[in-house]
């Protein structure tokens, strides 16, 4: 079972690591993007993330989509979530299950990469010396 979702509440692994499950796969891998304590060589609070929630998860279906066709993956599971984040915490989960290891690993690593580029989600950080600046890079 796909999951493709923007959420505000806190990303469940669990739920993730259970819709990517098939007695088919071989390979099941699984990224975690959690919110880091520096940004740009400057001491971070904590993030606010917002998103277009509609085109974002229609956007990454069509990632999932990919990903099944260019890597002949199973399953994809996608969930980034939006608002306050502090220190830690998940900001977004990329599950793939594959018939082989190897491509499990490039699936993922190409589903965070797309999402990057593509998913139409900004993030506000809270520097520690309480400015703040609105951010939208695929490197971060």
């Known amino acids: 079972m796909d999951i493709f979702r923007v959420q ?54 069509r990632i999932g989509r990919e990903i099944k066709d260019e890597f002949g993956a199973l399953h994809v599971a996608m969930v980034h979530r939006v608002g306050d984040l502090a220190l830690t915490e998940t900001a977004v989960v990329v599950a793939v299950s594959t018939p082989h290891r190897a491509e499990a690993f490039k699936a993922c690593q190409a589903g965070i990469d797309r999402i990057k580029e593509r998913v139409p989600i900004w993030k506000k950080e809270r520097w520690a010396d309480g400015q703040t600046a609105w951010h939208r890079d695929p490197e971060a």
């Open 8 to 61: 505000k509440d806190p990303i469940n692994v669990d739920e993730a690591l259970k819709a990517i499950s098939d007695p088919a796969a071989g390979g099941q891998a699984l990224f975690l993007g959690t919110v880091r304590n520096n940004f740009e060589g400057r001491a971070s609070l904590g993030l606010f993330y917002e998103a277009y929630r509609e085109l974002a998860e229609k956007e990454m279906a």
